[in-house]
């Protein structure tokens, strides 16, 4: 192994996260897989920013307990190896939503993925529960508690990323 790999073999993972909900994750898990949306976009919503995701993942929960008054729902955040993805190919894409006005969904720092991902063990670094104050802050504050107080920075990691990939594949 030349230097340049072992930095990148010893150098943390590039992270993605994916915010859930404990009732759609018994389906992920039970599926084996996490599949893309079957209505709008018809993508899997990923960001380089945890918060992020605890937002999205509050949303999926004050979703289900709309949907499904009765069952019990929790936020989740799914922490994926973004790394991996690139290298298996799958399709990703940095993204922000140009309908809601230029600019105003870059706090997201969203990763689309046009693939289901399957198998997601092969990418799932682990599941992580967020606290429960993150919930009360969604119904309370909203997406403002959860904005990272950082510039976007998605597009400029992910093209890090895949040029990093690139070039191991090129020695």
Not at 57 to 63: L, M, S, T, Y
Not at 127 to 143: H, L, S
Request: with cysteine; aromatic share 10%.
């Amino acid at each position: 192994m030349n230097q340049y790999e072992q930095h990148l073999h010893e150098a943390a993972p590039w992270v993605l996260y994916h915010g859930t909900s404990t009732l759609r994750l018994k389906r992920i898990l039970e599926d084996g897989r996490l599949r893309r949306a079957t209505v709008g976009d018809q993508k899997i919503a990923l960001t380089t920013e945890r918060s992020v995701a605890e937002y999205f993942a509050c949303n999926a929960v004050f979703a289900d307990r709309h949907d499904h008054p009765d069952e019990e729902s929790s936020p989740v955040l799914l922490v994926l190896d973004g790394e991996g993805l690139v290298v298996l190919n799958y399709n990703l894409i940095p993204f922000s939503d140009p309908i809601w006005g230029d600019g105003e969904c870059d706090w997201e720092n969203e990763i689309e993925c046009w693939d289901d991902i399957d198998p997601l063990e092969e990418v799932l670094i682990e599941i992580e529960p967020t606290r429960p104050q993150r919930y009360r802050d969604f119904v309370e504050r909203g997406r403002v508690a959860f904005q990272p107080p950082t510039k976007p920075r998605a597009g400029p990691e992910f093209a890090r990323m895949a040029d990093a990939i690139d070039e191991i594949y090129r020695w």
